[in-house]
């Protein structure tokens, strides 16, 4: 049944309504003024991937892992929310210094590997690591057609670590951390590395500080309180009971962990690994970091042998 607008709203309301009813083509007529609007303004899109984002230090990326500072704490992955960090390791025990002691056994890691498939990007294993052995790396660019490559195992992962930005700067007018060290005077030589002593020990170096320079004996062990403190900070002998004080000893240098070797990289393998990558099309800082682990690894060897 029809319904004569002008018999429900009467005349005028019809020619109002007439009048609010836009004209055929009035919005193809205003999309297109919009689009000649915005296509005689010059472009702001960024064309990628022929220009890379600028992206800053923090970006959240992809998380890389500094295997020399990993030891094998399992922090990162107990705290993980989505269990996508695994870590495999082994004990190794090494011989006992020359000076005497007990074996040293230390963790070494076999398999460090983070599931990008599950990773929510949280951050919280980088947060937790207490030995700054990961970092978030701007790096976003390592999609893949199969889903179990999404995987990264710990090579994979040391290489994002040559990505990362270094921090950005402190803004205007803010104060730099400033860093505590103690130094005590008469006990350890000014920059010798600070070990730490069982608690009467360092009652005895409280004591030598504040008291004058005489050979009187402590009165916890008989030794000379001169003596004692340099003995504790160079790892030599308490001298005898009665003897004159002597000048604190210099401190030993620190010595490296059993099967670590400090050498120089080699420079022959550092050129042919950085012009072997570079001629693959690796990137510059990848390639560099590459050819500065295969030169670390040749020159070790050469003082292994």
Known sequence: MAIDTEQE????????????????????????????KHLL??????????????????????????EENCTVCYLCSRECPDWCIYIDAHKETHP?????GRGR?????????????LCMYCGICVEV??????????????????????????????????????????????EPPAEVVEERPGTIEAGAPVREQPPATQQVTAIAVEAPPTPSPAAAGGEPVQAKAP????????????????????????RPA???????PDQETYDRVLQEELGKGTDR?????????????????KAGG
């Not at 600028?54 to 998380?63: F, M, Q, S, Y």
């Not at 160079?234 to 240098?253: D, F, L, T, V, Y």
């Open 9 to 36: 709203v009467g005349p005028a309301g019809a020619r109002a309504a007439r009048k609010r009813r836009p004209l055929p083509g009035a919005g193809l007529i205003k999309g297109l003024g919009v689009t000649l």
């Open 258 to 264: 059993p099967g670590h070797v400090e050498v120089e």
């Open 231 to 254: 003995s504790a900070a160079a790892g030599g002998e308490a001298a005898p009971a009665g003897a004159p004080p002597s000048a604190p000893a210099p401190a030993a240098p620190a």
């Open 96 to 100: 006992p210094a020359a000076g005497g």
């Open 129 to 174: 690591c207490p030995f700054d052995a990961l970092f978030w790396a701007p790096d976003f660019e390592y999609a893949e057609y199969d889903i179990v490559e999404m995987t990264h195992e710990k090579e994979r992962l040391e290489e994002w670590t040559y990505k990362v930005l270094p921090p950005p700067a402190l803004e205007v007018g803010a």
């Open 285 to 301: 800082r990848v390639a560099e970091g590459r050819a500065k682990a295969a030169a670390l690894r040749a020159a070790r060897k």
């Open 105 to 117: 056994s230390a963790k070494v890691l076999d398999r460090f590997a983070i599931d990008y498939a």
């Open 41 to 66: 303004q010059p472009s702001i899109t960024q064309q990628y991937p022929d220009e890379k984002p600028n992206l800053p230090p923090r970006t959240r990326g992809v998380i890389a892992l500094k």
